[in-house]
C-alpha cells in the first residue's frame, strides 16, 4: 500500500483548502483511511476517517461541521475538505491506511499506531 497526500498549503482564517490522499496497491474492502495531523516526530492527532466500504465517517469534535472526509472509490483516493480553517488547524496532515481486521477495528480509528501504512504528509498553514 501507498498512500501521497496532496493539497496543503497556506490559507486565511477562515478560508478553504481540499487535502487529497491518493492510495494505490489498496482495497477499501480490507482498509480504512483516516487524516491524522501533527509536527514530525511528533504524536499524531486523528483528525477524521473513513470506512470507504460502506461511507462510514469519523470526525473528531474540534473539526466537526467544519470537515468533511469522502472517498471515490473508482480511483482509490479519499479526500479531506476543510472549510472555515483555524490557526489551530496548521499542521503537516497524513493520511493512513487501518487494517480492517476483526470484530472491534473501529476502536483503533484513533489510534496512529495502528495504522500500518502512511504517506508522507502535506502541510496546512492557516494564517490569522
Known amino acids: 500500500?501507498?498512500?501521497?497526500?496532496?493539497?496543503?498549503?497556506?490559507?486565511?482564517?477562515?478560508?478553504?483548502?481540499?487535502?487529497?490522499?491518493?492510495?494505490?496497491?489498496?482495497?477499501?474492502?480490507?482498509?480504512?483511511?483516516?487524516?491524522?495531523?501533527?509536527?514530525?516526530g511528533k504524536e499524531r492527532e486523528g483528525v477524521s476517517a473513513i470506512d470507504g466500504s460502506d461511507g462510514t465517517t469519523f470526525y473528531r469534535d474540534s473539526v466537526k461541521g467544519r470537515f468533511t472526509i469522502s472517498s471515490d472509490n473508482a480511483t482509490n483516493t479519499v479526500y479531506l475538505q476543510m472549510n472555515n480553517v483555524e490557526p489551530e488547524d496548521t499542521a503537516i496532515y497524513y493520511c493512513g491506511a487501518l487494517l480492517k481486521g476483526g470484530n472491534y477495528w473501529r476502536r483503533r480509528i484513533w489510534s496512529a499506531t495502528g495504522y500500518f501504512y502512511w504517506g508522507p504528509g502535506t502541510q496546512v498553514t492557516v494564517s490569522s
Open 1 to 40: 500500500v501507498q498512500l501521497v497526500e496532496s493539497g496543503g498549503g497556506l490559507v486565511q482564517a477562515g478560508g478553504s483548502l481540499r487535502l487529497s490522499c491518493k492510495a494505490s496497491e489498496f482495497s477499501f474492502e480490507d482498509y480504512a483511511v483516516g487524516w491524522f495531523r501533527g509536527a514530525p
